[in-house]
Nanobody
């Protein structure tokens, strides 16, 4: 399984940005997909995840601002980020996890990772 994240960039506080992650292979629809982020000097932290059923779960810090979605026909997971804040600045990573379906919030629960895409929010 290979993952390719893209869409990061430099934006101003209050702006919106969407990052995406394309996953190779034919089992994408079976994966739990997660977005995590890692700021300099900090541990990788959970952002959001989406199950095969399209059920979603969010970290409190992004709830109401970020939306995770998936397109099983294109093997892609998206993270729509609105009302961005400087503290959202990080490298954003997507990860895959096979069954059982669960809201996995620990990065060690995910099996495969993309290379990450950098999101920088200026104040």
């Amino acid at each position: 399984v290979q993952l390719q994240a893209s869409g990061g960039g430099l934006v101003q506080a209050g702006d919106s940005l969407i990052v995406s992650c394309i996953v190779s292979g034919s089992t994408f629809s079976s994966f739990v997909m997660g977005w995590f982020r890692q700021a300099p000097g900090k541990e990788r932290e959970f952002v959001a995840c989406i199950l095969s059923s399209n059920s979603t779960y969010y970290a409190d810090s992004v709830k109401g601002r970020f939306t995770i979605s998936r397109d099983n026909t294109d093997n892609t997971v998206y993270l729509q980020m609105n009302s961005l804040k400087p503290e959202d600045t990080a490298v954003y990573y997507c990860g895959t996890r096979m069954a059982p379906q669960h809201y996995y919030q620990n990065y060690t629960s995910y099996d495969n990772w993309g290379q990450g895409t950098l999101v920088t929010v200026s104040s």
